[in-house]
Protein backbone atom coordinates (compact mmCIF):
# COMPACT_ATOMS: atom_id res chain seq x y z
CA UNK A 1 0.00 0.00 0.00
CA UNK A 2 1.33 3.17 -0.89
CA UNK A 3 1.68 5.71 1.43
CA UNK A 4 -0.35 8.18 -0.08
CA UNK A 5 -3.09 5.94 -0.27
CA UNK A 6 -2.38 5.04 3.77
CA UNK A 7 -2.61 9.43 3.82
CA UNK A 8 -6.22 9.31 1.92
CA UNK A 9 -7.35 6.10 4.05
CA UNK A 10 -6.19 8.06 7.50
CA UNK A 11 -8.19 11.17 5.74
CA UNK A 12 -11.48 9.48 5.05
CA UNK A 13 -11.27 7.54 8.93
CA UNK A 14 -10.94 10.85 10.49
CA UNK A 15 -13.58 12.52 8.44
CA UNK A 16 -15.93 9.22 9.01
CA UNK A 17 -15.22 9.68 13.14
CA UNK A 18 -16.27 13.36 13.10
CA UNK A 19 -19.21 12.89 10.66
CA UNK A 20 -20.43 10.07 13.38
CA UNK A 21 -19.64 12.28 15.98
CA UNK A 22 -21.15 15.18 14.82
CA UNK A 23 -24.38 12.63 14.17
CA UNK A 24 -24.29 12.31 18.17
CA UNK A 25 -24.60 16.04 18.67
CA UNK A 26 -27.48 16.65 16.45
CA UNK A 27 -29.40 13.60 17.91
CA UNK A 28 -29.11 14.63 21.22
CA UNK A 29 -29.59 18.59 20.61
CA UNK A 30 -33.13 17.19 18.67
CA UNK A 31 -33.82 17.05 22.75
CA UNK A 32 -37.68 15.14 23.33
CA UNK A 33 -38.24 13.80 19.88
CA UNK A 34 -39.08 9.74 20.74
CA UNK A 35 -35.60 7.99 19.80
CA UNK A 36 -37.54 5.70 17.38
CA UNK A 37 -38.20 8.68 14.96
CA UNK A 38 -34.78 9.91 15.22
CA UNK A 39 -34.13 6.63 13.51
CA UNK A 40 -36.50 6.72 10.95
CA UNK A 41 -34.81 10.00 9.95
CA UNK A 42 -30.78 8.97 10.19
CA UNK A 43 -32.05 5.56 8.28
CA UNK A 44 -34.28 7.48 5.67
CA UNK A 45 -31.55 9.81 4.10
CA UNK A 46 -29.04 6.49 4.27
CA UNK A 47 -31.48 5.30 1.99
CA UNK A 48 -31.67 7.44 -0.44
CA UNK A 49 -28.00 7.97 -0.85
CA UNK A 50 -27.25 4.29 -0.88
CA UNK A 51 -29.98 3.52 -3.52
CA UNK A 52 -29.11 6.48 -5.33
CA UNK A 53 -24.92 5.10 -5.22
CA UNK A 54 -27.02 1.89 -6.08
CA UNK A 55 -28.80 2.52 -8.98
CA UNK A 56 -26.02 4.56 -10.65
CA UNK A 57 -23.62 1.83 -10.53
CA UNK A 58 -26.31 -0.53 -11.43
CA UNK A 59 -26.53 1.20 -14.97
CA UNK A 60 -23.30 0.35 -15.43
CA UNK A 61 -23.58 -3.48 -14.33
CA UNK A 62 -26.80 -4.66 -13.55
CA UNK A 63 -25.36 -7.47 -11.46
CA UNK A 64 -24.88 -5.09 -8.41
CA UNK A 65 -28.29 -4.96 -7.65
CA UNK A 66 -28.91 -8.37 -6.96
CA UNK A 67 -29.00 -10.51 -3.90
CA UNK A 68 -26.30 -13.48 -4.89
CA UNK A 69 -27.66 -16.94 -3.34
CA UNK A 70 -27.32 -18.10 -0.45
CA UNK A 71 -26.43 -14.42 1.36
CA UNK A 72 -29.80 -13.44 1.80
CA UNK A 73 -29.96 -15.27 5.30
CA UNK A 74 -26.90 -12.81 6.16
CA UNK A 75 -28.51 -10.02 5.04
CA UNK A 76 -31.23 -10.16 7.13
CA UNK A 77 -29.37 -11.12 10.05
CA UNK A 78 -26.98 -7.75 9.46
CA UNK A 79 -30.46 -5.71 9.44
CA UNK A 80 -31.58 -7.26 12.34
CA UNK A 81 -28.24 -6.80 14.62
CA UNK A 82 -27.94 -3.46 12.51
CA UNK A 83 -30.98 -2.04 13.94
CA UNK A 84 -30.36 -2.95 17.00
CA UNK A 85 -27.60 -1.02 17.42
CA UNK A 86 -29.30 2.08 16.06
CA UNK A 87 -32.24 1.43 18.61
CA UNK A 88 -29.34 1.31 21.01
CA UNK A 89 -26.92 3.64 20.16
CA UNK A 90 -29.85 6.34 19.76
CA UNK A 91 -31.61 5.70 22.95
CA UNK A 92 -28.03 6.34 24.58
CA UNK A 93 -27.63 9.31 22.91
CA UNK A 94 -30.83 10.99 24.20
CA UNK A 95 -30.00 10.32 27.99
CA UNK A 96 -26.19 9.74 28.29
CA UNK A 97 -23.39 12.09 27.32
CA UNK A 98 -22.39 11.84 23.71
CA UNK A 99 -18.93 10.07 24.50
CA UNK A 100 -19.91 7.82 27.00
CA UNK A 101 -23.01 6.58 24.05
CA UNK A 102 -20.29 6.94 21.55
CA UNK A 103 -18.01 4.53 24.01
CA UNK A 104 -20.48 1.87 24.37
CA UNK A 105 -20.78 1.78 20.39
CA UNK A 106 -17.15 1.69 20.08
CA UNK A 107 -18.03 -1.65 21.84
CA UNK A 108 -18.94 -3.49 18.34
CA UNK A 109 -14.89 -5.10 17.37
CA UNK A 110 -15.29 -7.16 20.31
CA UNK A 111 -18.70 -8.36 19.59
CA UNK A 112 -17.79 -9.06 15.91
CA UNK A 113 -14.67 -10.90 16.93
CA UNK A 114 -16.55 -12.72 19.38
CA UNK A 115 -19.39 -13.67 16.37
CA UNK A 116 -16.76 -14.18 13.57
CA UNK A 117 -15.84 -17.28 15.57
CA UNK A 118 -19.37 -18.39 14.96
CA UNK A 119 -20.57 -17.36 11.24
CA UNK A 120 -16.67 -17.29 10.05
CA UNK A 121 -15.22 -20.15 11.53
CA UNK A 122 -12.58 -18.08 12.87
CA UNK A 123 -10.70 -19.57 15.61
CA UNK A 124 -10.33 -17.77 19.11
CA UNK A 125 -7.13 -17.21 20.39
CA UNK A 126 -6.16 -16.20 24.29
CA UNK A 127 -5.08 -13.18 23.22
CA UNK A 128 -8.45 -12.25 21.34
CA UNK A 129 -10.28 -13.72 24.34
CA UNK A 130 -8.43 -11.84 26.93
CA UNK A 131 -9.20 -8.60 24.42
CA UNK A 132 -12.93 -9.57 24.69
CA UNK A 133 -12.95 -9.63 28.96
CA UNK A 134 -10.38 -6.68 29.06
CA UNK A 135 -13.47 -4.79 26.87
CA UNK A 136 -16.31 -6.25 29.45
CA UNK A 137 -14.36 -4.69 32.00
CA UNK A 138 -13.85 -1.37 30.64
CA UNK A 139 -17.74 -1.78 29.83
CA UNK A 140 -18.19 -2.04 33.09
CA UNK A 141 -16.36 1.21 34.70
CA UNK A 142 -19.00 3.54 31.45
CA UNK A 143 -22.20 1.72 32.67
CA UNK A 144 -21.52 1.88 36.36
CA UNK A 145 -23.78 -0.68 37.43
CA UNK A 146 -26.15 0.05 40.51
CA UNK A 147 -29.62 1.02 41.16
CA UNK A 148 -29.58 4.31 39.45
CA UNK A 149 -32.14 3.09 36.71
CA UNK A 150 -31.88 6.64 34.88
CA UNK A 151 -27.93 5.88 34.33
CA UNK A 152 -27.85 2.24 33.90
CA UNK A 153 -30.57 1.43 31.37
CA UNK A 154 -29.36 3.97 28.91
CA UNK A 155 -25.87 2.51 29.64
CA UNK A 156 -27.27 -1.20 28.94
CA UNK A 157 -28.92 0.07 25.94
CA UNK A 158 -25.91 1.82 24.91
CA UNK A 159 -23.87 -1.77 25.20
CA UNK A 160 -26.98 -3.48 23.27
CA UNK A 161 -26.13 -1.50 20.81
CA UNK A 162 -22.32 -1.64 20.25
CA UNK A 163 -23.42 -5.77 20.36
CA UNK A 164 -25.93 -5.20 17.89
CA UNK A 165 -23.21 -3.30 15.58
CA UNK A 166 -20.27 -5.45 16.25
CA UNK A 167 -22.88 -8.52 14.97
CA UNK A 168 -24.42 -6.66 11.73
CA UNK A 169 -20.27 -6.30 10.85
CA UNK A 170 -19.55 -9.50 11.49
CA UNK A 171 -22.60 -10.65 8.78
CA UNK A 172 -21.51 -7.53 6.66
CA UNK A 173 -17.93 -9.91 6.44
CA UNK A 174 -19.79 -12.74 5.48
CA UNK A 175 -21.98 -11.02 3.00
CA UNK A 176 -18.29 -9.76 1.11
CA UNK A 177 -17.68 -13.43 1.15
CA UNK A 178 -20.91 -13.60 -1.07
CA UNK A 179 -20.28 -10.89 -3.20
CA UNK A 180 -22.73 -8.46 -2.19
CA UNK A 181 -22.07 -4.63 -3.14
CA UNK A 182 -21.42 -2.43 -0.21
CA UNK A 183 -24.40 0.19 -1.25
CA UNK A 184 -26.85 -2.84 -1.79
CA UNK A 185 -26.22 -4.13 2.07
CA UNK A 186 -26.50 -0.22 3.22
CA UNK A 187 -29.91 0.33 0.95
CA UNK A 188 -30.86 -3.20 2.60
CA UNK A 189 -30.14 -2.94 5.92
CA UNK A 190 -31.50 0.93 5.72
CA UNK A 191 -34.79 -0.11 4.52
CA UNK A 192 -35.09 -3.15 6.89
CA UNK A 193 -34.51 -0.69 9.74
CA UNK A 194 -36.99 2.09 8.36
CA UNK A 195 -39.78 -0.72 8.35
CA UNK A 196 -38.68 -1.23 11.93
CA UNK A 197 -39.35 2.76 12.64
CA UNK A 198 -42.45 3.51 10.90
CA UNK A 199 -45.14 1.83 13.26
CA UNK A 200 -43.69 3.44 16.23
CA UNK A 201 -43.49 6.31 14.64
CA UNK A 202 -46.97 6.59 12.79
CA UNK A 203 -48.54 5.78 16.68
CA UNK A 204 -46.61 7.38 18.78
CA UNK A 205 -45.57 10.73 16.01
CA UNK A 206 -44.22 13.90 18.24
CA UNK A 207 -44.51 17.07 16.44
CA UNK A 208 -41.35 19.03 15.63
CA UNK A 209 -40.11 22.13 15.55
CA UNK A 210 -38.06 23.26 12.64
CA UNK A 211 -35.02 23.19 14.63
CA UNK A 212 -35.66 19.73 15.31
CA UNK A 213 -36.59 19.12 12.28
CA UNK A 214 -33.24 20.65 10.97
CA UNK A 215 -31.12 18.47 13.92
CA UNK A 216 -32.24 15.51 12.97
CA UNK A 217 -31.99 16.22 9.03
CA UNK A 218 -28.46 17.54 9.59
CA UNK A 219 -27.95 14.15 11.75
CA UNK A 220 -28.95 11.97 8.94
CA UNK A 221 -26.89 13.58 6.36
CA UNK A 222 -23.87 13.32 9.08
CA UNK A 223 -24.54 9.62 9.73
CA UNK A 224 -24.14 9.20 5.50
CA UNK A 225 -20.99 11.40 4.91
CA UNK A 226 -19.87 8.85 8.41
CA UNK A 227 -20.78 5.72 6.00
CA UNK A 228 -19.38 6.99 3.17
CA UNK A 229 -16.22 8.35 4.99
CA UNK A 230 -15.91 4.38 5.89
CA UNK A 231 -16.17 2.78 2.58
CA UNK A 232 -13.49 5.88 1.50
CA UNK A 233 -11.21 4.82 4.40
CA UNK A 234 -11.12 1.13 3.93
CA UNK A 235 -11.00 1.54 0.21
CA UNK A 236 -7.72 3.51 -0.12
CA UNK A 237 -6.01 1.99 3.12
CA UNK A 238 -6.36 -2.10 4.65
CA UNK A 239 -8.07 -2.41 7.87
CA UNK A 240 -4.80 -3.54 9.07
CA UNK A 241 -3.26 0.27 8.84
CA UNK A 242 -6.17 2.43 9.87
CA UNK A 243 -8.98 0.80 12.06
CA UNK A 244 -8.06 2.36 15.05
CA UNK A 245 -8.26 5.90 14.09
CA UNK A 246 -12.18 5.18 14.00
CA UNK A 247 -11.74 5.38 17.71
CA UNK A 248 -10.94 9.26 17.23
CA UNK A 249 -14.65 9.58 17.24
CA UNK A 250 -14.48 9.55 21.10
CA UNK A 251 -12.25 12.18 21.00
CA UNK A 252 -14.36 14.24 18.60
CA UNK A 253 -17.39 13.19 20.87
CA UNK A 254 -15.76 14.15 24.02
CA UNK A 255 -14.86 17.76 23.08
CA UNK A 256 -18.13 18.32 21.29
CA UNK A 257 -20.18 17.27 24.11
CA UNK A 258 -17.80 19.95 26.32
CA UNK A 259 -18.11 22.75 24.82
CA UNK A 260 -21.78 22.35 23.02
CA UNK A 261 -23.21 20.70 26.04
CA UNK A 262 -21.00 21.01 29.06
CA UNK A 263 -20.56 17.26 29.14
CA UNK A 264 -17.81 15.78 30.81
CA UNK A 265 -16.54 12.25 31.40
CA UNK A 266 -16.30 11.45 35.54
CA UNK A 267 -13.31 9.45 36.39
CA UNK A 268 -14.62 5.99 35.97
CA UNK A 269 -16.05 6.38 32.30
CA UNK A 270 -12.01 7.61 31.47
CA UNK A 271 -11.07 4.91 33.08
CA UNK A 272 -13.31 2.61 31.08
CA UNK A 273 -11.94 4.79 28.15
CA UNK A 274 -8.81 3.81 28.95
CA UNK A 275 -9.19 0.06 29.15
CA UNK A 276 -11.20 -0.53 26.13
CA UNK A 277 -9.38 1.42 23.95
CA UNK A 278 -5.99 0.27 25.34
CA UNK A 279 -7.76 -3.19 24.21
CA UNK A 280 -8.05 -1.88 21.06
CA UNK A 281 -4.72 -0.68 20.73
CA UNK A 282 -3.01 -3.78 21.79
CA UNK A 283 -5.08 -5.56 19.17
CA UNK A 284 -4.28 -3.67 16.56
CA UNK A 285 -1.02 -3.60 17.20
CA UNK A 286 -1.00 -7.38 17.56
CA UNK A 287 -2.59 -7.98 14.11
CA UNK A 288 -0.02 -5.56 12.04
CA UNK A 289 2.53 -8.24 13.99
CA UNK A 290 0.29 -10.95 12.52
Known amino acids: MEKSNF ?12 CFALMGVFVHAAGDVPFVQKTLFRNLIAFFVALTMLLIKGRKDPSVIKIPRGSLKYLLLRSIFGSIGIFGNFYALDRLNIADAAMLNKMSPFFSLLLSMFILGEKPTLASVLSIA ?17 HVIPALAGFAGGMGAGFAY ?99 SLLGYTVIIGTAVFSFLRSRRS
Do not use: W
Not at 7 to 18: A, D, N, Q, V
Not at 135 to 144: D, P, Q, S, W
Open 7 to 18: KRGLFFILLSSF
Open 134 to 150: LAFVGALFVIKPSMDFS
Open 170 to 268: ACVRKCHTYNVQGFLIIAFFSAFSLLCALPSTILFYSPMTSRQFLFLLAAGLAAAGGQLGITGAYFNAPSSKISIYEYTQIIFSALLGFFLFEQLPDAL
